[in-house]
Every structure is written in structure tokens, then in C-alpha cells.
């Protein structure tokens, strides 16, 4: 869409141009402007596979395709989840057995911030424990079965950490809109359009799910059923937040346990529900993978930029950097193998290897 800025005496009228599209680094046809949203010829739901299962049962592709998320079990060890659970402790200063120390009164930098702080995102970006859960081959190949190509990217995201949703992390200290983002239920695409981008999110379990936690749920009959859905709707709705009767289209909560990975579509409406409990916390690593724009020169430039000085990463507005003690001054950069070095983009995924690494 073009955009006409306002004209003034001294300023010509200017046009804003369209994103420009990156052809990602695959067979098969994938197309983006930020490495987050792409679009395709056909829409991972309808996809035909043309490479052999990796991870995923063919029962598991299906309930994927038809229901909008699978869970693959053990995705990295149980160990390494506890491991950078109490790296997620520890980052924040906060004691896992100290739960009247969970709340303590801090100054935000802006709304923003206490929205974040609200609802338990921890800034921590490029600890190697995060490196190594994003360069698990298991990892790695459950998102190689979603996308039905090799050449993927590892999105730079954080954790999570939400303990009780009481005092400073109140939710009712969000201001409530009639439209737009809920983080109780929501899309992650505009699913007005006529075509709908692609998008894949996921998240690593650092603890075991209970009811009274809260975290992940969703809302798979109504993916199962949108296009139906959608015909029925009338013109103007909420692109991004469903009007549903959940007797209808039920929400439900998959059961994860340490290390267990979710995958889930863009298209699937999900949020996360509130911490009810006295003392217990939901804790999660964000995780996902796309496929790679390695001509988006810039975009590649801020990831290695990113990881080899622990910045904050750029890919989302939402992604602010701890306020105290930022991961720079804290922690060396993480080492990275063969796989993550083509994970972040510092090595092509269709560069030769040397010939004294292919001789041994």
C-alpha cells in the first residue's frame, strides 16, 4: 500500500514505497521483507511434502496441518531445560524459592515496559544455554518438516518467566481494548486478507505446564474450520482478535513437559492464560525458525551484529533489552557449531564446504 504524505510549501509530495521482497535461500518458493511473515504458492496447511519426515509422525504432520500446531516431545534433554530455567532465575535476580521476592516494586521505562514486565518476558537474548537449545538438531528438523526446506534462520527471541499474575503483575493494570491484541487469545497475521502470510512460531518448555499456571492455549477448531468460519463473518471485524462462542470453538492447553517443543501457525488464534497459582511460575524459551533471506544483506549484517556483541536484537519493536544489567556486560559471546553459524546467517546454507572438512 502507498502511503501520500501530507504537502507543505517546501516538500514535494512524496510515496512511500512497498517492502521490498527477499526470495529466501530454498527450493522451494518463499518470499519476505523481514524474515518474520512470508508469502508462498501454497500455504503451509495445504503443503505437499516433498522431503521425508525428519521429527514428525505422519499422524503428527497431520494434526499440523489440520489443527494449526504439533508438540514434539523432547526436543532438547530435560536437563537442558532445568538448566536454563535457572538461567531465566538468575537473570533476573529473582530466587525460584522465594516467592514473596517475585513482586517487588521497579520503575518502568514506558508502558511498554511494564506490558512486558506484565506478562514475565525476560531480555535475554544470546546466552549460550539459548544458543544451544536453537542449535539442537531436533530441533532444527522439526522446523525443517514444517517448512518443507533446509535453509532456515533462528529467530532471536527471549524467554519467558511469568510468575502469579497478582500485584505489579496484575493484568488488570493493562488498560482493556474492544479491538486489536489480547494476550489471552489473539492471530499473530491479519487474517482478513485475501492471502493470508505465512508464519511459524514456537516455544521450548523450561518446567512442567499445570492448569493453574496458565501459558499457552489455543483454539484449533478454529483453525480447522477458518475458511468456513471466515465466509460467515461480517465486513470490518478484528483482524488480529477472534469473536468466537469457545462452547463452539473450545480453547485448550497442550501438556508440556521440560524440553518438549511447540510449533504452532501463524493462523492458529492462541495466547497465554493467566498465572492463578500461589507460588508456581510458567517459564518458556522462544523458538522458531524461517526460511532464510540470505540476500536481505541487511537484515543478515543485524543478526551476526547482534549475537557477536549481545545486542538487542531489531527484528521486532517489542524486543527492548534488560534496563539493568544488559546481556553485554554480563556474558562472552556464544559459540556456535556448523549448524547455528548457518542458523544466524553467518555462513551460507549453499556455501561449499573445505575440502580438508569434507576429506575428513
Given at each position: 500500500m502507498y502511503?501520500?504524505?501530507q504537502?507543505?510549501?517546501?516538500?514535494?509530495v512524496?510515496?512511500?514505497?512497498?517492502?521490498?521482497?527477499?526470495?529466501?535461500?530454498?527450493?522451494?518458493?518463499?518470499?519476505s521483507?523481514?524474515?518474520?511473515?512470508?508469502?508462498?504458492?501454497?500455504?503451509?496447511?495445504?503443503?505437499?511434502?516433498?522431503?521425508?519426515?525428519?521429527?514428525?509422525?505422519?499422524?503428527?504432520?497431520?494434526?499440523?496441518?489440520?489443527y494449526?500446531?504439533v508438540?514434539?516431545r523432547?526436543?532438547?534433554?530435560?536437563?537442558?531445560?532445568?538448566?536454563?530455567?535457572?538461567?531465566?532465575?538468575?537473570?533476573q535476580?529473582?530466587?525460584?524459592?522465594?516467592?514473596?521476592?517475585?513482586?517487588?516494586?521497579?520503575?518502568?521505562?514506558?508502558?511498554?515496559?511494564?506490558?512486558?514486565?506484565?506478562?514475565?518476558?525476560?531480555?535475554?537474548?544470546?546466552?549460550?544455554?539459548l544458543?544451544?537449545?536453537?542449535?539442537?538438531?531436533r530441533?532444527?528438523?522439526?522446523?525443517?518438516?514444517?517448512?518443507?526446506?533446509?535453509?532456515?534462520?533462528?529467530?532471536?527471541?527471549?524467554?519467558?518467566?511469568?510468575?502469579?499474575?497478582?500485584?505489579?503483575?496484575?493484568?488488570?493494570?493493562?488498560?482493556?481494548?474492544?479491538?486489536?491484541?489480547?494476550?489471552?487469545?489473539?492471530?499473530?497475521?491479519?487474517?482478513?486478507?485475501d492471502?493470508?502470510?505465512?508464519?511459524?512460531?514456537?516455544?521450548?518448555?523450561?518446567?512442567?505446564?499445570r492448569?493453574?499456571?496458565?501459558?499457552?492455549?489455543?483454539c484449533?477448531?478454529?483453525?480447522?474450520?477458518?475458511?468456513?468460519?471466515?465466509?460467515?463473518?461480517?465486513?470490518?471485524?478484528?483482524?488480529?482478535?477472534?469473536a468466537?462462542?469457545?462452547?463452539?470453538?473450545?480453547?485448550?492447553?497442550?501438556?508440556?513437559q521440560?524440553?518438549?517443543?511447540?510449533?504452532?501457525?501463524?493462523?492458529?488464534?492462541?495466547?497465554?492464560?493467566?498465572?492463578?497459582?500461589a507460588?508456581?511460575?510458567?517459564?518458556?524459551?522462544?523458538?522458531?525458525?524461517?526460511?532464510?533471506?540470505?540476500?536481505?544483506?541487511?537484515?543478515?549484517?543485524?543478526?551476526?551484529?547482534?549475537w557477536?556483541?549481545?545486542?538487542?536484537?531489531?527484528?521486532?519493536?517489542?524486543?527492548?533489552?534488560?534496563?539493568?544489567?544488559?546481556?553485554?556486560?554480563?556474558?562472552?559471546?556464544?559459540?556456535?557449531?556448523?549448524?547455528?553459524?548457518?542458523?544466524?546467517?553467518?555462513?551460507?546454507?549453499?556455501?561449499?564446504?573445505?575440502?580438508?572438512?569434507?576429506?575428513?
Amino acid at each position: 500500500m502507498y502511503e501520500l504524505m501530507q504537502p507543505t510549501p517546501a516538500r514535494r509530495v512524496r510515496r512511500r514505497r512497498p517492502p521490498r521482497l527477499h526470495r529466501a535461500a530454498t527450493e522451494v518458493p518463499y518470499f519476505s521483507a523481514d524474515g518474520e511473515s512470508y508469502l508462498a504458492q501454497t500455504s503451509l496447511r495445504e503443503r505437499t511434502k516433498s522431503h521425508p519426515l525428519r521429527v514428525l509422525s505422519e499422524a503428527d504432520f497431520a494434526h499440523w496441518q489440520s489443527y494449526g500446531y504439533v508438540v514434539v516431545r523432547e526436543a532438547i534433554p530435560a536437563a537442558a531445560a532445568r538448566e536454563l530455567l535457572d538461567f531465566t532465575w538468575d537473570f533476573q535476580g529473582l530466587d525460584p524459592y522465594r516467592p514473596d521476592t517475585w513482586h517487588e516494586e521497579r520503575q518502568f521505562r514506558s508502558a511498554l515496559d511494564q506490558q512486558l514486565h506484565i506478562y514475565g518476558f525476560v531480555e535475554a537474548y544470546h546466552h549460550q544455554l539459548l544458543w544451544d537449545s536453537r542449535q539442537t538438531r531436533r530441533v532444527y528438523d522439526a522446523f525443517v518438516d514444517v517448512w518443507d526446506c533446509e535453509e532456515l534462520w533462528v529467530t532471536l527471541d527471549r524467554l519467558n518467566l511469568n510468575p502469579p499474575n497478582v500485584k505489579n503483575r496484575d493484568r488488570a493494570l493493562i488498560d482493556p481494548t474492544d479491538r486489536g491484541f489480547d494476550i489471552e487469545l489473539h492471530w499473530d497475521i491479519d487474517t482478513t486478507l485475501d492471502v493470508p502470510p505465512q508464519r511459524v512460531q514456537g516455544i521450548i518448555a523450561l518446567n512442567e505446564t499445570r492448569e493453574e499456571l496458565g501459558g499457552f492455549q489455543c483454539c484449533p477448531e478454529l483453525f480447522h474450520r477458518f475458511d468456513a468460519w471466515k465466509a460467515e463473518q461480517p465486513a470490518g471485524r478484528d483482524p488480529i482478535r477472534p469473536a468466537i462462542d469457545r462452547a463452539e470453538f473450545p480453547v485448550v492447553r497442550p501438556e508440556l513437559q521440560p524440553g518438549d517443543l511447540l510449533i504452532w501457525n501463524g493462523l492458529l488464534a492462541h495466547g497465554v492464560a493467566r498465572n492463578t497459582s500461589a507460588d508456581g511460575a510458567r517459564a518458556v524459551q522462544y523458538l522458531s525458525m524461517m526460511p532464510a533471506l540470505e540476500e536481505h544483506e541487511t537484515l543478515r549484517a543485524s543478526r551476526i551484529d547482534s549475537w557477536r556483541h549481545l545486542r538487542t536484537p531489531r527484528w521486532n519493536p517489542t524486543l527492548t533489552g534488560d534496563p539493568v544489567r544488559p546481556e553485554a556486560r554480563r556474558y562472552p559471546t556464544a559459540e556456535l557449531d556448523g549448524l547455528g553459524r548457518r542458523l544466524l546467517g553467518l555462513d551460507s546454507w549453499h556455501a561449499r564446504e573445505p575440502a580438508c572438512a569434507v576429506s575428513s
